[in-house]
């Protein structure tokens, strides 16, 4: 399975991003998809959750409201919309496969057995 990130880039504060992940390999459509950020020095945190279907959405709360997770089984792609940007948002954003999911929607990092390279989103102020 790999994933390829892609779309991230510049903006300011308040305005909109969207980044894309396709994804090889495996049955995407059974498959819980995540995103994640990382900023240097800090931990890897959750971002957004969605279930095989599109169907369960899951939100770290810092996100809620302003960004938005979607999927095209059929394209073997997730998207991530993030809207009302700011400064705090800045980061290398990954998406992840997991591929052996117990749960409809995954926001622990450590359940995802698959990752892709990131795409960096930086949020000027």
């Known amino acids: 399975v790999q994933l390829q990130a892609s779309g991230g880039g510049l903006v300011q504060a308040g305005g909109s991003l969207s980044v894309s992940c396709v994804v090889s390999?495996?049955?995407?459509?059974?498959?819980?998809m995540g995103w994640f950020r990382q900023v240097p020095g800090k931990a890897r945190e959750f971002v957004a959750t969605i279930s095989p279907s599109g169907g369960s959405t899951a939100y770290a709360d810092s996100v809620k409201g302003r960004f938005t997770i979607s999927r095209f089984n059929d394209k073997n792609s997730m998207y991530l919309q993030m809207n009302s940007l700011k400064p705090e948002d800045t980061a290398v954003y990954y998406c992840?496969?997991?591929?052996?999911?117990?749960?409809?929607?995954?926001?622990?990092?450590?359940?995802?057995?698959?990752w892709g390279q990131g795409t960096q989103v930086t949020v000027s102020s």
């Open positions: 390999g495996g049955t995407f459509s059974s498959y819980v």
């Open positions: 992840a496969a997991n591929v052996s999911p117990r749960a409809v929607v995954v926001a622990e990092k450590s359940e995802y057995e698959y």
